[in-house]
């Protein structure tokens, strides 16, 4: 049996990147995906078929998210799953964000995630309970320059997660976070210029030397939405290519060849 026979999983950010590679991975085990963001998710409802239903969902619009997920009980007859992974970045300077960009920034990635809570939270309960995977980033583990509403926003996200974890695991609703290094996607490559090779160079100091694809954080996504995980709550799972376990100092031994 396909570990998510008969569930239903609510994705936001669905339309490409890694909501797009954890909707096609929850539909080949047995789940019906609801499709949500504010690009087009229709192509993608289309290639997977009857299991999926695209919706536009602007995540920082709180009466939008009781629509999306009465949409999703009426298409489906239920809700179990839902993966809050709709995200922004804007690189900058702390003095330069305008207050723009920093309320943007901190809408979409932290006050989303908590509106979806608070929608998806009793449906998924009335259904017999499910779980709620955060995607927050290794910039809520660490962080770095240039970043700091998004470090801010995914640092909130591991904290809220926890605290959802304690209200919610006893109605039946497991909640944990999973924590992405470099992936490559649009968020690592807004203009579409570089190769993942390119990219790849940036992480040369890390334990595994390149970015991720979309589809090895959807696995981890997978493993806290279904049955593997049933012990797990308010957890963090990292896939971030071993960058918050160090990084290899070039003059010492252990280095990999390519940087000793």
Same mark, same amino acid.
């Given at each position: ?59 920082? @619009? ?7 997920? &009465? @949409? *999703? ?5 239920? #809700?179990?799953? #839902? ?8 690189? %900058? ?5 305008? !207050?723009? !960009? ?7 990635? #932290? ?6 809570? @608070?929608? *998806? =939270? ?14 927050? $980033? ?6 770095? %320059? *240039? ?20 209200? +919610? ?6 909640? %944990? ?15 579409? $210029? +570089? ?7 940036? +992480?040369?100091?890390?334990?595994? @030397?390149?970015?991720?694809?979309? !589809?090895?954080?959807? =696995?981890?996504?997978?493993?806290? *939405?279904?049955? !593997?995980? $049933?012990?797990?709550?308010? $957890? &963090? ?24």
């Amino acid at each position: 049996m396909a570990r998510l026979d008969g569930k239903v999983a609510l994705i936001t950010g669905a339309a490409s990147g890694i909501g797009a590679a954890t909707a096609r991975l929850f539909a080949t085990e047995g789940a019906k995906v609801v499709l949500a963001d504010v690009a087009d998710a229709g192509p993608l409802a289309a290639e997977i078929g009857e299991a999926a239903l695209a919706v536009t969902l602007d995540v920082r @619009q709180r009466d939008a998210w009781t629509v999306v997920v &009465e @949409q *999703a009980v009426a298409h489906f007859g239920g #809700l179990h799953i #839902l993966v809050n992974n709709a995200g922004i970045m804007i690189y %900058n300077l702390i003095g330069d964000y305008t !207050e723009e !960009e920093i309320r943007r920034v901190i809408d979409i990635n #932290l006050i989303g995630p908590i509106f979806g809570v @608070q929608a *998806a =939270a009793p449906a998924i309960e009335a259904a017999g309970g499910g779980a709620i995977v955060n995607v927050s $980033s290794v910039d809520g583990l660490t962080v770095h %320059n *240039a970043m700091a509403p998004y470090a801010a926003s995914k640092w909130g996200v591991r904290g809220f997660t926890k605290v959802a974890a304690l209200e +919610l695991t006893h109605r039946g609703i497991r909640v %944990n976070s999973v924590h992405p290094g470099g992936v490559f996607t649009a968020l690592a490559n807004p203009d579409g $210029s +570089l190769r993942k090779s390119d990219l790849d160079k940036n +992480l040369a100091h890390n334990p595994i @030397q390149r970015l991720a694809f979309p !589809e090895e954080v959807a =696995a981890a996504i997978l493993f806290l *939405a279904g049955p !593997e995980s $049933s012990y797990s709550t308010g $957890s &963090e799972v990292t896939v971030d290519g071993g960058m918050t376990a160090g990084q290899y100092f070039d003059f010492l031994p252990g280095t990999p060849p390519a940087l000793g």
